[in-house]
């Protein structure tokens, strides 16, 4: 049971739930009737979703071995497999390894296209531990590219047209999302030797650029939605009913943030939050609903 738990925690596998993004292509493209996508679509994308979070663990598991000095000053990091000693670096390069060769080769085997943009994610997030983590506002943008370009892997694989509005609102969340973290880690952690790049952010304008951020996600949501394009596109002028439950959602997690001062793992707010799973769980049966009965 500990091994399974230490395992769990190596590979990070709460974090797997970032890779969720892989699936937006499909649901839209699933709501667009010209498309005709079956049930092997979306197993492509599961399995595109499952190579990106083998691709990601790899990428940890390198992260954790370079960061194990500075995650022994942090009070949750430090716990930890390859910082508390637990996971010696042979075995911690073995498991990298091994994630790196079934991710990438089955994403060889689903699409050539999955592969390149996998390696390009790879070759991202090498220059990210290696030396972009340690400007301010740039590892933020990494970080958001990330989830781009996990957006475009999922069109890629079942050979389908993404919205630019759609790519554009994966940057712009996920830079909320970072920019939430920074703040947190900024009010709680600057000064410890946690994170390089901590010392040179401001947190006045860490609140500004969430709230930019915040409401820019909101406004290109909501003009995709009601855009005459994705009207004729989807058949359905009602898209933007969901807007509230994007509302909410920002609100939500503003209100985590600022007042409970939670910022610091969105993935597992993600999991934890009822209110934002509830909202979650409305958000993607009103997109049910708006498709069957349009």
């Known amino acids: 049971m500990k091994m399974n738990s230490m395992l769990f925690q190596l590979l990070r596998v709460k974090h797997w739930t970032k890779n969720a993004v892989v699936f937006a292509a499909f649901l ?43 995650d022994r000053l942090h009070p949750i990091k430090k716990n930890r497999p390859i910082a508390a000693g637990r996971v010696g670096l042979f075995p911690a390069l073995l498991m990298a390894g091994i994630l790196l060769l079934f991710g990438l080769g089955g994403a060889w085997r689903l699409s050539p296209g999955l592969f390149y943009i996998l390696s390009g ?7 990210y531990t290696l030396r972009l983590k340690r400007i301010p506002l740039v590892d933020v943008l990494v970080i958001a590219l990330g989830f781009v370009l996990r957006a475009l892997a999922g069109a890629v ?27 947190h880690e900024k009010i709680n952690l600057a000064g410890m030797g946690t994170r390089i790049s901590l ?19 909101l406004v290109c949501y909501s003009i995709y939605t009601l855009w005459p394009d994705t009207v004729e596109k989807f058949g359905t002028p009602w898209l933007g009913a969901t807007i509230p439950f994007v509302i909410f959602g920002l609100f939500r997690y503003m209100d985590l943030v600022y007042r409970q001062d939670k910022g610091d793992r969105p993935e597992h707010i993600l999991l934890t939050d009822l209110p934002l799973l509830a909202d979650l769980a409305l958000y993607g049966g009103t997109i049910l609903l708006i498709f069957l009965f349009r």
């Open 28 to 70: 839209f493209a699933w709501g667009d009737r010209s498309q005709g996508l079956t049930g092997w679509e979306f197993w492509k994308v599961c399995l595109a979703a499952l190579a990106f979070s083998l691709v990601s663990s790899a990428v940890y598991i390198l992260n954790d071995l370079k960061d194990a000095p500075r």
């Open 121 to 127: 994610y790879l070759g991202l997030q090498a220059a």
């Open 157 to 183: 694989v079942i050979q389908v047209p993404i919205s630019p509005w759609l790519l554009l609102c994966a940057l712009l969340l996920a830079l909320f999302l970072g920019l939430c973290k920074r703040r």
């Open 199 to 217: 010392d040179a952010y401001d947190e006045r304008l860490l609140d500004m650029l969430i709230s930019v951020t915040a409401a820019s996600s």
